[in-house]
């Protein structure tokens, strides 16, 4: 396959960015394409845009980097001000639509109670908590001993947008799923991609699955050159996903946002292969090629020999854009669900929802309590 170009590739077959839905409560243009027609994926060549088109393009990009992941100015702000209360019944009304986890855990163990249940958890917002500087997102101890205690009974794997040395814990699928390390499966490819054989941390055997091998060294070289594009941006933050790269602009000032995109994007223009999605105050420029967390959950579900039955139930904690393709996963397939931790409204294919990191956890210990008592 031709990296340049695209083409002959048997694995792209993304068109678009996976954009989720504006949260309600926040008003922000979702762009329906890709903001330059360089990142373009498509077989189809496109005919560039006029620049107004561009513009516009332009400007729903730079809606979606104010308004992802509220900062905690912005937060404290609220706490302190009258509209709080108007939020608190926002959210009350969307829990509606989305209920509480917690509350509903009556109902999510007689569900569980005649099942296997999988558990896949989010990293990021998920685990840990939203802060500034991405190497200071850490598990707390407690979360930590949550996500053992879960793990010692119930299959459970860490589906994440980082790379999966950053926590070798468990069964892990870092870059987004691109990088996962799973239980030895049965068969031993996916996709026409051969799993590799390996050792974990702790000298047990497990499969290594990279189906977007063949694009390290450009992803490496994009990582480069984005790096030095963005390295005079006050508060700009490249993070090396191994089969992704993160650019984060948390740290930058409002005004500087329109810089960081068109920079990222000037780069992308050279490479139709890579694709930009947008994070929680963060683009993430990944191959183009047929794979999410959702896939990952699917290949998990199938390497732990849990994707023929009947009676698994698999559930799925996360709280950002990505983790969207794992909930519609597995609400097609109407086996499991989805748990959305938001603390704001939002457009989701979860079912359930837990407001931050703090319910994951008291979530995961009720879980495993309950567990404990029924068996
Ligand atoms: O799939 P995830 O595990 O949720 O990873 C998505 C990205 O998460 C991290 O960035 C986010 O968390 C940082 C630490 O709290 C925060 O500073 C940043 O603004 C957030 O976007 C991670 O650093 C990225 O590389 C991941 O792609």
């Given at each position: 396959?031709?990296?340049?170009?695209?083409?002959?590739?048997?694995?792209?077959?993304?068109?678009?960015?996976?954009?989720?839905?504006?949260?309600?409560?926040?008003?922000?243009t979702t762009?329906?394409?890709?903001?330059?027609?360089?990142?373009?994926?498509?077989?189809?060549?496109?005919?560039?845009?006029?620049?107004?088109?561009?513009?516009?393009?332009?400007?729903?990009?730079?809606?979606?980097?104010?308004?992802?992941?509220?900062?905690?100015?912005?937060?404290?702000?609220?706490?302190?001000?009258?509209?709080?209360?108007d939020?608190?019944?926002?959210?009350?009304?969307?829990?509606?639509?989305?209920?509480?986890?917690?509350?509903?855990?009556?109902?999510?163990?007689?569900?569980?109670?005649?099942?296997?249940?999988?558990?896949?958890?989010?990293?990021?917002g998920?685990?840990?908590?939203?802060?500034?500087?991405?190497e200071?997102?850490?598990?707390?101890?407690?979360?930590?001993?949550?996500?053992?205690?879960?793990?010692?009974?119930?299959?459970?794997?860490?589906?994440?947008?980082?790379?999966?040395?950053?926590?070798?814990?468990?069964?892990?699928?870092?870059?987004?799923?691109?990088?996962?390390?799973?239980?030895?499966?049965?068969?031993?490819?996916?996709?026409?991609?051969?799993?590799?054989?390996?050792?974990?941390?702790?000298?047990?055997?497990?499969?290594?699955?990279?189906?977007?091998?063949?694009f390290?060294?450009?992803?490496t070289?994009?990582?480069?050159?984005?790096?030095?594009?963005?390295?005079?941006?006050?508060?700009?933050?490249?993070?090396?996903?191994?089969?992704?790269v993160?650019?984060?602009?948390?740290?930058?000032?409002?005004?500087?946002?329109?810089?960081?995109?068109?920079?990222?994007?000037?780069?992308?223009?050279?490479?139709?292969?890579?694709?930009?999605?947008?994070?929680?105050?963060v683009?993430?420029?990944?191959?183009v090629i047929?794979?999410?967390?959702g896939?990952?959950?699917?290949f998990?579900l199938?390497?732990?020999?849990?994707s023929?039955?009947?009676?698994?139930?698999?559930?799925?904690?996360?709280?950002?854009?990505?983790?969207?393709?794992?909930?519609?996963?597995?609400?097609a397939?109407?086996?499991?669900?989805?748990?959305?931790?938001?603390?704001?409204?939002?457009?989701?294919?979860?079912?359930?929802?837990?407001?931050?990191?703090?319910?994951?956890?008291?979530?995961?210990?009720?879980?495993?309590?309950?567990?404990?008592?029924?068996?």
């Amino acid at each position: 396959m031709d990296l340049k170009t695209g083409l002959n590739s048997p694995v792209i077959a993304d068109h678009l960015p996976t954009l989720a839905l504006p949260a309600a409560v926040m008003t922000f243009t979702t762009p329906t394409s890709f903001p330059s027609p360089g990142l373009c994926l498509n077989t189809t060549k496109k005919i560039p845009l006029p620049g107004k088109i561009e513009e516009v393009r332009a400007a729903g990009w730079l809606d979606l980097m104010k308004a992802s992941s509220p900062t905690r100015k912005r937060q404290i702000k609220d706490v302190i001000c009258d509209a709080q209360s108007d939020l608190d019944l926002q959210y009350c009304n969307w829990t509606v639509n989305y209920p509480s986890a917690l509350i509903s855990f009556e109902a999510i163990s007689d569900l569980a109670g005649s099942k296997r249940l999988a558990l896949f958890l989010d990293y990021d917002g998920t685990l840990s908590p939203i802060v500034d500087n991405p190497e200071n997102a850490l598990m707390s101890d407690e979360m930590r001993a949550a996500v053992r205690h879960a793990a010692s009974l119930f299959p459970t794997a860490i589906i994440s947008g980082r790379s999966r040395d950053k926590l070798n814990e468990l069964y892990y699928a870092g870059s987004h799923g691109m990088d996962i390390m799973g239980p030895v499966r049965k068969t031993t490819d996916s996709n026409g991609v051969e799993c590799i054989r390996s050792t974990d941390v702790h000298g047990k055997e497990v499969n290594l699955f990279q189906p977007a091998s063949e694009f390290l060294p450009m992803i490496t070289e994009v990582y480069e050159k984005l790096g030095e594009s963005v390295k005079d941006i006050d508060g700009a933050r490249m993070e090396d996903n191994k089969f992704c790269v993160s650019v984060h602009y948390r740290n930058v000032a409002e005004d500087d946002y329109k810089k960081v995109f068109h920079r990222v994007t000037a780069v992308l223009e050279g490479y139709p292969c890579l694709r930009l999605t947008h994070g929680r105050k963060v683009f993430e420029v990944r191959p183009v090629i047929d794979w999410n967390k959702g896939k990952a959950v699917e290949f998990l579900l199938e390497s732990l020999g849990l994707s023929e039955s009947e009676d698994v139930l698999p559930i799925y904690v996360g709280d950002d854009r990505t983790d969207e393709d794992a909930f519609k996963v597995l609400k097609a397939s109407n086996r499991g669900f989805g748990i959305l931790v938001s603390s704001i409204p939002k457009e989701s294919d979860a079912f359930y929802s837990l407001r931050d990191p703090a319910e994951v956890m008291e979530f995961l210990r009720m879980l495993a309590a309950w567990k404990e008592q029924s068996t």
